[in-house]
C-alpha cells in the first residue's frame, strides 16, 4: 500500500513536469527573431554542458541532441502547487537526510509528509497564483501559435512525431523479425560490461567512462580472443541471412510492408496539405457579420452589465430594425467581399503552389499504390558475372579503384575457362526463363489488377481538378459556344427586349414559367421568323469559330499546349460539341427516372403556418416578415387557420385512400417500387459485385461465338435462324473426341466457377450487397444497455462437459433436477465414475491442445483481440454506470449554446426548415454569419462554465468512487508483462513556497495593464501594433520600470535560496524528479510492449493436487465444504501419489528459477538495471568556497571535478527532465 503510494506520487510529478510543452520563455527584446527555425542544441558527447556542473568542456566534437524537438522560443508554462512544494523539498531532503537519494521509498514518504504537512492555506494560494500564472499564459500562447516561427518549428515536430510513428511501426509489426547479431566487439563487451561497470560504478564513474574502460580492454585484448569472437560474429551472419530472408518470405513482413507504405502516404499528404494550402484565402464574411463587428464595441461599452446572450439578441435586433438603405451598405460591401474572395481563391488556384500541391498529391498517392500492389512482384535473377563476383569476392582485395574489388572480380572473370564461363550463362538464362514465368504469373494476379485499377482512379481525380485549374488559368477568355438552336436565340432576344425595357429581374420560379409560356408561344410562330432564327443560328456558330481559331493562334494558347503536356492531361478542345450526359453506372446500368406523378394524385395540403404566408405574401416586402405576422396574430385567427387546414388535411386523406383504391394509384405505386428497387439493385451490384465471378457460357454457346464468322463466310447470305440451325448442324456433325473435349472443358469451367463463386459469397462485399438489397424491417428498441459477445468463430475447438455435466445431458430425457442428478452422481460406482473423469481428462486435454493450436493461428488471435477488447470494454462501461454516475457533465461548446438559444427562435421564423440536418446547416450558417463580437460572446459563456466544469471534476475526481473507477481502468489498460503501475501518471513536483519571489511582467505586458485599466479596447494585435508605434522613447519608460523590478527579483530569489524554506523546496523538487525518472525508466525498459514478461512463481504441491482433484467433486456445494473435502483427501493421499505432486512442483519450479535467470538476463532488465544504478548512485559533491558562484543551490561547478559523463546512446537518457535548468547529469548529482 505505502508504495504504492509512493509510486503514484512519483508518477503524478513526472507528469506536471512533462505537461509543458515548450518550457522556454518569449524573448523580452527583440534579440531573436520570431521566424528563426528551430535549430536543435548540440550538447557535448559525455553529457555535460560547457561551463556547467562537472567541470570544462570537453573538447570532443558535440553531438546532436536526441529527443523530442524544444521550442526555444515558446513562453513557459507555469507550475502548480504540488510541482512547487515537491520541488523545494526535495533538495532540503538530500542535504538533511542523504540516506534517502538512494531510497526511492523513503523519500516518496518523507515528500508526501512534506506535502501533508503543507498548511492548506499556502496550498490555496499557490494554486491561486498558478491560476493567475496561467491567465497570463494562455494569451501568450495563443499569440505566440500565430508566428512563423511556430508554424516552423510545428513542422519539425511534426517531423519528429511522423519518424517515431513509423518506428513504432517497425516495433509493433515485426516482433518475430530475426536480431540482427553482434559485432565482435560488441559480443567482448557483453562479457565485460557487468564486471567493468562495478569497477568504473565502485569508482564513481559514470556511463562514458565505461564505454571508454570497455574499448581500453578491448584494444589490449588478445588477437587469438579477438578472431575467436570474429568467427562467432560471422557464424551469427550466417545464421541470420538465412532467417532474415526467410521471415521476409512471411505474411508478417507484407503486412508490415503495406503498413509502412500507407502510413508514410498518409503523412505526406497530411504535410502536402499543411505547406502547400497554407495561404489559401478564407471565406468572406455576410453583410449581418459585418454589421456587428463594426458596432459590437460601442454597444459592449454602453452596456457592460448586459450578458452576452442578452448583447448578441441587441444587436441581432438593431440589424432587423436597420433599415432598407442602411442594409444596402453591408450587403453591397459584403458581395464585394464575396467576389474578393472568389477572385482570390481563383488566384490562388492559378498559383505554381496549387500545381505543385496537385502533381506532388499525385506522386505521393502512385508510390504508395506501386509499394502495395508491387511488393510481390519477383526479384530479376543476377547476370552470370554477379553469381561468380558471389562465389569469388573473398579472393579480391576488398574496395574501390584499379584492382580492387569489382575490377578484380572482372579481370578474374574474363580470364575463366570458356567452359566455367558457359555453366554460368546457362545458370543465368534457367533463371531468366524462372522469373520471366514468374512475372507472367504476377501479371495475372490481383495485385496487378488492383493496381491498374487504383493508378487509373488516381489518374482520373488528379486530371479533373488540373484540367479545371488550366481552364481556370488559360481558357476563362475563350470565345463563350454560342446557342444551340433557333429557339434559344430567340428566347435570348425576347429576354434582351425586356432588360431594355426596364423589367425587374425575375426569380429562378419565374423564369421556369417564362420559359414553359415561350414554349407554347415559339410553336406558334411563323416559318419566316423560325428559319431567320436559324440562319443567325448558323452566323453566330460561324463567327464563334472563327474568334476560336484566333484564340488559338496566340501565345496563350501556346502556353496552355505547354503546361498540358507538362502535366500530362488532354488538351481541351473549345470548339467541340457538349454531348448529352447519360447517367450511367460503371457496370453499364443505367439509373431508369421516376415515373410521372398522375394528375389524380392528390397534392398534399399546407400546414397552418405556410397557409398565412401563402395568402399573405403579397403584404410584405420580405419573407423575413411574414414570422412576425404570424406571431402578432390573434389567437382567433390562428385557430380558422387550423381549422381550414384540419378540413383540407381530412379531405386530402378521403381522396389519398381513393386513389389508393384506384387502378391507377395501384399502377403508380406499383411502378415507383419496381423503378426504385431496381436502381437499388443497380447501384448496389455497381458498388458491391464487381469483383463477382462471371458465369461461364454453355458449351454450345462457347462453339457458335468460335464458329459464327466461319460459318458467314462460308454462306453470306445465310442470317437469324438459318444461321442458327447451320451451326446446329455443324455440332451435331463434330467429331464425338473433339465435341468431349469441349465439353470436359465446359464443365471444368463451371466447376471451377462454382468454386470461386462460393468464396464469392463468404465475402464482405456479398453480404454488403445482400443488406443493401434486403428490405430493412424495423426492429422496436430494446431498453437498457445490450452487449453483445463476439461469436466464437467455426474452426474453435469446443470445450467439453466435465464428467457430471456429460452425465446429466446423457440422462436429460428422465426430466429430473440438477440435485436429483447430483445425488445420482454421488450414488455412480467409483470405477464408473473414473471413467468418466478420465473421458473428461482424455478430452479436455484434446481440448486444451486443439485450443493452443487455434489460438496461434491468425483467426485465433483475431478472435482473442475481440474477445478483449470486448471484455475490457464490458467492465469499463459498467464501472462507468456505476461510478461515475454524479460526473459532472462537459458544457456545452460556444456554437452548440448557440444552437440551444436560437433552436426555438428558427422554428418560428423558418418554419420551412425540417429535419435535423437541414435544421443544423442552418444554425451553421447563421453562426457563420455572427460577428467575431457575437461569438466571443458565446466563447466566454463557454469558458466561464469550463472552468466550473473543471472545479467540479478536480473536486469529483476526490471521491472515493472516482478512485475506484480508476484503478479498474488501470488494471484492464495494463499491459501483458508489464510491472504494476501506479494510479497516477508521476510525482508532481512540491507548490511554490508562498514567500517564493514572482518574476515580473516585461515592459510589453506592463504597459498592456496600463492599457486595460485605462479602459482602452482592443485586439491583442491592435495593442501590439500600438506598442511598436511608441518607439523606444515612449517604451524606455516600462522598460526602465520593468529592469528596476527584474533585478529585485533576483536580488530576493538569492535570499529565497538561502532560506530554509527555500532550500526545502528545492530539495523536494529533486527528490521528486528522481522519482520521476526511476518510474519512466521502468515503464520504458519493463512495460513496453517488446519487455519479456516477469515469470510468474509456480504452485505448490498442494494446489497442483487441488487443481487436480477440484473436477472431480459434484457441483454445486459450498466453497468452504469443498476446501475441506479438498484437504481432508491431500491429508489421506499416499506418500507415493504425494511425491508425483512434490516432483511436478520441483521440475516447474526448476523452469521458473531457468526462466527467472533468463529474465533477469535479458537486454530491457539490463537496461532497467543499469539505468537504476545510475539513478541512484551517490556522487561526491565539490566543496565550494563561500560566497563563490552557484552558492545556496545546493551544486557547484567545481573546478577540480571530473565531469558527470553520461553516454548519450546510453538508456539513461530517457531521465531527463524538461525544465531548463536540469539534466542527466544534474540529476546524478543530486
Known amino acids: 500500500g505505502v508504495g504504492a503510494i509512493v509510486f503514484a506520487l512519483a508518477m503524478a510529478d513526472f507528469e506536471g513536469g512533462a505537461t509543458q510543452a515548450y518550457p522556454m520563455d518569449l524573448p523580452a527584446d527583440d534579440s531573436m527573431p520570431a521566424t528563426q527555425a528551430y535549430v536543435p542544441e548540440a550538447a557535448p558527447e559525455n553529457g555535460s554542458k560547457e561551463g556547467g556542473e562537472g567541470g570544462a568542456a570537453t573538447e570532443e566534437p558535440p ?60 496550498k490555496d494560494q499557490m494554486t491561486k497564483e498558478y491560476m493567475e500564472e496561467m491567465e497570463i499564459w494562455r494569451p501568450k500562447w495563443a499569440a505566440y501559435k500565430e508566428t512563423q516561427h511556430y508554424k516552423e518549428f510545428f513542422e519539425v515536430r511534426q517531423d519528429w512525431i511522423d519518424a517515431r510513428t513509423r518506428k513504432k511501426l517497425v516495433k509493433t509489426l515485426n516482433k518475430d523479425m530475426p536480431k540482427r547479431p553482434k559485432s565482435s566487439y560488441m559480443l567482448f563487451a557483453g562479457e565485460v560490461r557487468e564486471r567493468v561497470t562495478k569497477e568504473v560504478t565502485d569508482a564513481g564513474g559514470g556511463m562514458g567512462d565505461i564505454g571508454k574502460k570497455i574499448a581500453e580492454e578491448w584494444e589490449n585484448c588478445p588477437e587469438e580472443k579477438k578472431a575467436e569472437l570474429a568467427q562467432k560474429s560471422a557464424e551469427d551472419k550466417k545464421v541470420f541471412d538465412v532467417e532474415i530472408v526467410t521471415y521476409k518470405k512471411t505474411d508478417a513482413w507484407g503486412h508490415y510492408c503495406e503498413e509502412k507504405a500507407k502510413l508514410e502516404a498518409r503523412q505526406l499528404l497530411k504535410k502536402l496539405i499543411r505547406t502547400k494550402l497554407d495561404g489559401a484565402p478564407k471565406r468572406a464574411p455576410s453583410a449581418p457579420a459585418l454589421f456587428k463587428a463594426e458596432i459590437m464595441p460601442k454597444v459592449a461599452e454602453e452596456n457592460k452589465e448586459m450578458a452576452p446572450r442578452d448583447l448578441g439578441k441587441k444587436m441581432t435586433q438593431m440589424w432587423v430594425e436597420l433599415p432598407d438603405s442602411e442594409k444596402t451598405k453591408y450587403t453591397e460591401q459584403s458581395e464585394r467581399k464575396k467576389l474578393e474572395y472568389e477572385q482570390s481563391l481563383a488566384a490562388f488556384k492559378k498559383s505554381d503552389v496549387y500545381t505543385r500541391f496537385l502533381l506532388e498529391r499525385q506522386q505521393v498517392k502512385g508510390k504508395e499504390n506501386r509499394a502495395l500492389c508491387y511488393r510481390t512482384y519477383p526479384k530479376r535473377p543476377p547476370s552470370a558475372f554477379s553469381m561468380y563476383a558471389v562465389e569469388h569476392k573473398s579472393e579480391v582485395e576488398p574496395g574501390k579503384g584499379e584492382g580492387k574489388g569489382r575490377d578484380a572480380l572482372m579481370k578474374k572473370y574474363a580470364l575463366i575457362p570458356e567452359e566455367e564461363k558457359a555453366k554460368y550463362i546457362e545458370r543465368e538464362r534457367e533463371l531468366k526463363a524462372k522469373f520471366a514465368e514468374e512475372v507472367a504469373a504476377f501479371k495475372e494476379g ?18 479533373g481538378e488540373a484540367m479545371k485549374v488550366l481552364t481556370l488559368k488559360f481558357l476563362a477568355d475563350a470565345p463563350p459556344p454560342p446557342a444551340k438552336s433557333g429557339f434559344l436565340i430567340w428566347v435570348a432576344d425576347k429576354r434582351k427586349a425586356a432588360e431594355e425595357a426596364g423589367d425587374p429581374p425575375k426569380t429562378k420560379r419565374e423564369r421556369i414559367e417564362e420559359m414553359q409560356r415561350f414554349k407554347q408561344e415559339w410553336k406558334e410562330v411563323d416559318l419566316g421568323t423560325k428559319f431567320n432564327m436559324e440562319a443567325q443560328k448558323k452566323e453566330r456558330a460561324a463567327k464563334w ?72 405574401a403579397g403584404q410584405v416586402k420580405e419573407k423575413t416578415e411574414l414570422p412576425e405576422l404570424w ?11 387550423a381549422e381550414r387546414t384540419e378540413e383540407q388535411a381530412k379531405k386530402y386523406r378521403e381522396e389519398m385512400r381513393e386513389f389508393n383504391m384506384s387502378e391507377e394509384g395501384k399502377t403508380y405505386y406499383q411502378q415507383m417500387k419496381s423503378i426504385t428497387r431496381r436502381n437499388k439493385m443497380a447501384r448496389a451490384k455497381d458498388a458491391f459485385l464487381t469483383d463477382m465471378p462471371k458465369k461461364p457460357a454453355k458449351p454450345l454457346i462457347v462453339f457458335m461465338k468460335a464458329n459464327v464468322q466461319q460459318v458467314k463466310r462460308a454462306n453470306p447470305q445465310a442470317k437469324g435462324i438459318e444461321l442458327r440451325n447451320l451451326l446446329m448442324d455443324k455440332w451435331q456433325a463434330m467429331d464425338e473426341t473433339e465435341k468431349a473435349n469441349i465439353l470436359e472443358k465446359a464443365k471444368n469451367d463451371e466447376d471451377e466457377y462454382n468454386e470461386k463463386i462460393g468464396a464469392f459469397r463468404q465475402s464482405e462485399n456479398w453480404l454488403k450487397f445482400r443488406r443493401a438489397v434486403m428490405v430493412k424491417k424495423r426492429k422496436p428498441k430494446k431498453k437498457g444497455m445490450l452487449m453483445l459477445r463476439p461469436q466464437a468463430p467455426q474452426g474453435m475447438p469446443k470445450k467439453p462437459l466435465d464428467a457430471f455435466k456429460a452425465y446429466c445431458k446423457e440422462n436429460a430425457a428422465s426430466g429430473k433436477s440438477i440435485r436429483e442428478f447430483a445425488t445420482m452422481y454421488r450414488e455412480l460406482d467409483e470405477e464408473e465414475r473414473a471413467t468418466k473423469n478420465r473421458e473428461f481428462h482424455e478430452a479436455m486435454e484434446k481440448y486444451t491442445n486443439d485450443l493452443a493450436e487455434f489460438n496461434k493461428s491468425l483467426e485465433g488471435r483475431k478472435f482473442a483481440a475481440r474477445i478483449k477488447a470486448f471484455e475490457k470494454k464490458k467492465r469499463t462501461t459498467f464501472a462507468r454506470l456505476r461510478f461515475l454516475r454524479d460526473e459532472p457533465k462537459r458544457p456545452l461548446s460556444a456554437f452548440l449554446q448557440f444552437a440551444a438559444e436560437k433552436r ?29 463580437e457575437d461569438r466571443e460572446a458565446y466563447a466566454e459563456k463557454e469558458r466561464e462554465a469550463k472552468m466550473a466544469w473543471e472545479q467540479e471534476k478536480a473536486d469529483f475526481e476526490k471521491t472515493p468512487n472516482y478512485k475506484k473507477y480508476i484503478a479498474i481502468v488501470a488494471r484492464l489498460n495494463k499491459k501483458p508483462g508489464a510491472t504494476a503501475k501506479a494510479k497516477s501518471k508521476g510525482i508532481a513536483a512540491p507548490p511554490a513556497p508562498e514567500n517564493m519571489p514572482k518574476r515580473p511582467a516585461s515592459g510589453f505586458f506592463m504597459y498592456l495593464s496600463e492599457q486595460k485599466k485605462a479602459g482602452v479596447t482592443g485586439s491583442n494585435m491592435q495593442l501590439t501594433e500600438a506598442w511598436r508605434n511608441l518607439g523606444a522613447e515612449g517604451q524606455k519608460k516600462y522598460q526602465d520600470e520593468a529592469a528596476e523590478q527584474l533585478a529585485q527579483y533576483e536580488k530576493d530569489m538569492k535570499e529565497f535560496q538561502k532560506s530554509g524554506e527555500g532550500k526545502r523546496y528545492l530539495r523536494l523538487k529533486g527528490a521528486a524528479d528522481k522519482k520521476n525518472r526511476i518510474m519512466l525508466a521502468k515503464t520504458k525498459f519493463l512495460g513496453s510492449a517488446g519487455a519479456p514478461p516477469e515469470p510468474k512463481r509456480p504452485q505448490s504441491a498442494y494446489f497442483l493436487f487441488i487443481a487436480d482433484k477440484r473436477a472431480t467433486l459434484p457441483p454445486g456445494g459450498k466453497i468452504s465444504d469443498t476446501a475441506k473435502q479438498l484437504t481432508e483427501m491431500w491429508q489421506n493421499v499416499t506418500p507415493e501419489e504425494k511425491k508425483t505432486y512434490e516432483d511436478k512442483h520441483n521440475e516447474l519450479k526448476e523452469q521458473y528459477e531457468k526462466d527467472m535467470a533468463e529474465y533477469k538476463n535479458s537486454d530491457n532488465f539490463k537496461k532497467y538495471d543499469r539505468a537504476l544504478k545510475t539513478i541512484t548512485k551517490k556522487v561526491s559533491k565539490p566543496k565550494m568556497k563561500a560566497g563563490g558562484k552557484g552558492a545556496g543551490r545546493g551544486r557547484g561547478r567545481g573546478g577540480n571535478s571530473k565531469p558527470a559523463a553520461a553516454d548519450s546512446d546510453s538508456d539513461s537518457d530517457v531521465m531527463g527532465t524538461d525544465n531548463d535548468d536540469s539534466s542527466s547529469s544534474d540529476s546524478d548529482t543530486d
Not at 512544494?85 to 534517502?100: D, F, M, Q
Not at 431508369?592 to 401563402?614: C, D, G, M, N, S
Not at 428558427?906 to 454569419?929: C, D, H, I, R, Y
Open 63 to 122: 553531438k546532436k541532441k536526441g529527443g523530442k524537438p524544444k521550442d526555444e522560443l515558446a513562453p513557459k508554462k507555469p507550475q502548480n502547487a504540488y510541482q512547487r512544494v515537491s520541488g523545494e523539498a526535495r533538495k532540503r531532503i538530500k542535504e538533511e537526510r542523504p540516506e534517502l537519494i538512494c531510497d526511492l521509498k523513503g523519500m516518496g514518504l518523507a515528500l508526501k509528509e512534506v506535502w501533508d504537512n503543507t498548511p492548506q492555506e499556502t
Open 446 to 463: 490481383e495485385p496487378i489488377k488492383t493496381f491498374k485499377a487504383v493508378s487509373q482512379k488516381i489518374k482520373m481525380e488528379f486530371m
Open 545 to 616: 469559330k472563327d474568334d476560336c481559331k484566333e484564340f488559338m493562334e496566340k501565345d496563350h494558347w501556346r502556353e496552355y499546349l505547354a503546361e498540358c503536356k507538362r502535366m500530362r492531361v488532354p488538351v481541351q478542345s473549345i470548339m467541340a460539341d457538349k454531348k448529352r450526359i447519360v447517367k450511367k453506372l460503371k457496370n453499364g446500368m443505367s439509373i431508369l427516372p421516376l415515373p410521372e406523378k398522375p394528375e389524380t394524385l392528390p397534392i398534399k395540403p399546407p400546414t397552418a403556418v405556410r397557409l398565412f404566408f401563402k395568402e399573405n
Open 631 to 641: 406571431r402578432n396574430l390573434p389567437e382567433e385567427k390562428k385557430q380558422e387557420y
Open 904 to 932: 426555438p427562435e428558427l422554428a418560428e421564423k423558418f418554419p420551412e426548415v425540417k429535419g435535423m440536418s437541414a435544421t443544423q446547416a442552418k444554425l451553421a450558417e447563421m453562426w457563420k454569419e455572427l460577428s467575431d
